[in-house]
């Protein structure tokens, strides 16, 4: 029997996030091991008038293409995935870690190349979520894999799953459009900023952040539930950027940890790297192409219900006290076109914390046009996004 849960989440996903509606041609794209979510979107589909089918994909069949394709193999992905993007009205995609560390033991020359083969298929998606001719969400579907990352049985994970989705409430639809109303608060403010500040102090473990992020002619976008589910966050496309920022989080991508991340920016662009650990794989995604040193967008996370790192970035980038800057690609949508294969969330946080030490580190904020508008964590201003 189907967990009712998954019921409940494939409507959400339907009927709210991506409000499939009659003659839509709507895609899933899953792992096997999803196929009681695969089931339950198809049924919901089907349900709201739309044609779904089904796409699969598989760690163990990637893992075959790293470990046995040629260069050439690998730089070319199936011509049907470019079909794929051009024909569907909806895409709903399943994140499914089997082994999230799959592929952390091979080549990063070869890990660059399979993320340069996606870049056509990110560059179409992008541009089609921007003219609003596609919509699409992707969820995490519970496995022992993520459930082990996140230091959680599984039974524990799931749970969390389903509350961070506030799916244990009578109406989640109504319950996420109030998230809306609050983050919209957010984005109308910042949308007549010109200029991000996001400090926090230096300390005995590094040099701390001190980053400016221009968004003058930039669009805020509100991240309530209809494209990242569960979601919580606001973000806009940098127009520049300068300064430095070190990442107290690891670096999580392709199932590589990259620790203690320093990136130093000028004039929008990665000009010094380094990191205490996996510097080679960083290095070796940020020089994939031209694009890769660019930052592509910044956010800060809104949903104060996720609150521990879970080495998961769908759920790390929303953790409320949180901003996180994305090297790589940009949404066209939020005003930055850059063009990259790689699009890699960085997560800061800057709630108080103890350092090794013991000492207690505060003060870190955000400012806008020198106006402070998050500190150590937290929003100022009444009626914005905040702990329950």
Not at 52 to 57: E, T
Not at 83 to 94: F, H, Q, T
Not at 227 to 255: C, K, L
Request: charged fraction near 25%; proline fraction near 5%; glycine fraction near 10%.
């Amino acid at each position: 029997m189907r967990d009712p849960r998954l019921n409940k989440l494939a409507s959400v996903l339907v009927n709210y996030a991506t409000q499939v509606k009659k003659g839509d041609v709507v895609g899933i794209l899953a792992d096997p091991i999803a196929m009681p979510m695969v089931e339950a979107i198809y049924e919901a589909a089907l349900k709201a008038g739309g044609h779904p089918f089904y796409v699969p994909r598989s760690e163990s069949l990637q893992e075959l293409l790293v470990a046995h394709g040629s260069d050439e193999q690998i730089a070319n992905p199936p011509a049907f995935m470019s079909d794929y993007i051009e024909r569907v009205d909806v895409s709903i995609g399943l994140w499914v870690e089997v082994n999230s560390r799959f592929l952390s033991r091979y080549d990063s020359r070869k890990a660059a190349l399979l993320q340069q083969a996606r870049r056509p298929f990110l560059k179409r998606f992008m541009e089609r979520e921007a003219d609003e001719s596609l919509r699409w969400c992707g969820t995490q579907f519970p496995t022992h894999g993520s459930a082990q990352d996140a230091g959680m049985s599984l039974t524990q994970f799931e749970d969390f799953i389903f509350n961070a989705g506030l799916l244990h409430l009578p109406d989640p639809a109504a319950a996420w459009r109030e998230v809306e109303t609050r983050q919209q608060r957010v984005c109308d403010w910042l949308q007549k900023r010109k200029e991000l500040r996001f400090f926090v102090p230096s300390s005995d473990e590094n040099d701390g952040t001190d980053l400016r992020v221009g968004v003058d002619g930039s669009t805020w976008i509100n991240c309530c539930g209809q494209s990242n589910f569960p979601d919580g966050e606001v973000f806009a496309g940098p127009r520049g950027v300068d300064g430095h920022v070190n990442y107290n989080f690891p670096a999580v991508y392709q199932g590589h940890e990259v620790e203690g991340v320093r990136l130093a920016f000028k004039g929008g662009r990665v000009i010094d790297a380094s990191a205490k650990r996996g510097e080679d794989f960083l290095f070796r995604m940020l020089d994939q192409d031209e694009g890769a040193r660019n930052l592509g967008e910044i956010a800060i996370g809104t949903n104060y219900g996720i609150t521990q790192f879970m080495k998961n970035t769908l759920f790390d980038e929303k953790i409320g006290g949180t901003f996180h800057a994305a090297v790589g690609a940009g949404y066209p949508k939020s005003g930055n076109f850059n063009e990259s294969g790689l699009h890699w969330d960085m997560v800061c946080d800057m709630r108080p914390r103890t350092l090794s030490s013991g000492a207690r580190l505060r003060g870190a904020t955000i400012a806008a046009d020198g106006e402070v508008f998050h500190k150590d964590g937290l929003f100022v201003f009444d009626g914005w996004p905040g702990p329950t």
